[in-house]
């Protein structure tokens, strides 16, 4: 690094060196920001595709005994859908449910995260409020139920859901559990 000449003495030569080399720096730095703003887009590439496969994780460790556990209360679906897709144009509702469960008369909507927060669900019951005017348009009588998991599910999120009138599937040790809301679950 050079010394910074007396401003009065400054000759032509110094005065271009000095802009020479603060755009050798300007450059420089800008080369380093824009590695930066790459490597954080990298890594935020990785961790989407780690947190969408811990959510696949979480999915399957649900879907491996859901219609096992609902039958041991009460509850027999015949069919169970993965990603299940719903919608009507010309109400402009789209939406998607982790899980589906139906045997005819019942359905049973599931929303499945990683980390269960209130805000899940507060945005599972708006899908309900979509999916049962989606199902009116189409006459589906069927009652729809719900349930949300997670991998984690605090006790906060958990008494929300169930005074919600879900059903809560959660992580019990090595094994996958289902708390009933107190008296009947909500229909929608």
């Known amino acids: 690094m050079s010394t910074t000449p007396d401003p009065a003495t400054i000759t ?3 005065m271009m060196a000095l802009f020479l080399e603060t755009r050798e720096r300007m450059e420089e730095s800008d080369r380093k920001w824009r590695e930066m703003k790459e490597d954080i887009k990298e890594a935020n590439q990785r961790h989407g ?4 496969r811990i959510g696949d994780l979480i999915l399957a460790m ?3 005994g859901i219609k096992r556990l609902f039958r041991n209360l009460g509850y027999d679906f015949d069919v169970i859908n993965q990603k299940y897709n719903f919608g009507n144009k010309e109400l402009d509702i789209y939406g998607e449910v982790d899980l589906f469960l139906e045997n005819g008369e019942l ?3 599931v929303e499945v995260k ?3 927060s209130v805000n899940d669900v507060k945005e599972h019951q708006e899908r309900l409020e979509d999916f049962r005017l989606v199902a009116d348009a189409k006459n589906d009588k069927r ?3 719900a349930a949300v ?3 984690v599910v605090q006790k906060n999120v958990r008494e929300f859901a169930l005074k919600q009138g879900m059903f809560v599937v959660q992580q019990s040790g090595e094994n996958v559990e289902i708390l009933a809301p107190k008296g009947k679950p909500k229909i929608w």
Request: hydrophobic share 35%; glycine share 18%; aromatic share 14%.
């Open 107 to 109: 359905a049973l909507l």
């Open 143 to 145: 009652r729809f139920i």
């Open 12 to 14: 032509y030569e110094q």
């Open 114 to 116: 990683t980390n269960l």
């Open 49 to 52: 595709k780690l947190s969408d």
């Open 62 to 64: 649900v879907y491996g």
């Open 149 to 151: 998991g997670g991998g």
